[in-house]
């Protein structure tokens, strides 16, 4: 099965009315895939809903799709979960990790702005159809926020997941192993995880984010790379 998706759907939306697919998605349902009028899809709406329907217009800029059926779509993971994490120097790591986490189960996606960041822009509508790619691939009727790049300090000050975890590998920092804590915790309670660029966070910013409830976490007992820390954290956040 083939996933189109398009998030202007209205949550009022009924059987029987018609859908328009954007441009890209249009192009690929009508040139690529050839579907021609008649032909049944399959739709997402990013929020978590499937639609069956049928093409009435199969207009290449716009292809127009009558709705035959609605299926909410129960999440894959247990809870919110909010992986931010600093943009390594390659941008091919942070295009894979965004792919990966989208197809483990993630909600939110926040590139992060830090002390040590070595990468400090990024395009978000290049991770956005990559995103958009692995939720394709994992017939995923939710599609993943992902947020501009954000400082540091933003992000935890506005923080309002119910556990908050801060991955250092500092030595001079009483860590928690993480798998321990979630074993501990509510797993139906949102998460999110902070993971830090190359060089690791600033003493400044750990201590920030203890002082707004982060609980500083290990990932195990070996040194991973930025793009490894991230997708290691929403295995463990999704499965402990």
């Not at 990966?100 to 956005?128: A, F, N, W």
């Amino acid at each position: 099965m083939y996933l189109f998706y398009a998030n202007d759907i209205p949550e009022s939306v009924a059987i029987g009315q018609t859908v328009t697919l954007d441009d890209e998605q249009s192009a690929h349902a009508v040139r690529v895939l050839r579907h021609a009028a008649g032909d049944t899809i399959h739709i997402a709406d990013g929020r978590g809903n499937l639609y069956e329907a049928i093409i009435t217009n199969p207009h290449p800029k716009h292809c127009e799709a009558q709705i035959q059926q609605i299926t909410p779509q129960t999440k894959h993971h247990r809870a919110d979960v909010h992986i931010a994490v600093a943009p390594t120097k390659n941008i091919e790591r942070v295009e894979w990790l965004s792919e990966k986490c989208t197809e483990i189960g993630v909600d939110t996606i926040t590139p992060l702005l830090c002390h040590y960041s070595e990468r400090k822009v990024i395009r978000t509508d290049r991770l956005q159809k990559i995103i958009l790619s692995a939720a394709k691939q994992s017939l995923s009727a939710y599609l993943p926020k992902l947020n501009e790049l954000t400082p540091f300090k933003d992000c935890v000050l506005n923080a309002t997941e119910q556990r908050r975890y801060i991955a250092h590998s500092s030595p001079w920092l009483d860590k928690k192993d993480l798998r321990d804590e979630l074993r501990k915790s509510d797993a139906s309670a949102s998460a999110i995880v902070l993971i830090g660029p190359e060089g690791g966070f600033s003493d400044e910013e750990v201590q920030l984010a203890i002082e707004h409830g982060f609980v500083p976490v290990s990932l195990g007992d070996a040194r991973l790379r930025t793009e490894t820390a991230a997708i290691v954290a929403c295995m463990m956040v999704n499965y402990v």
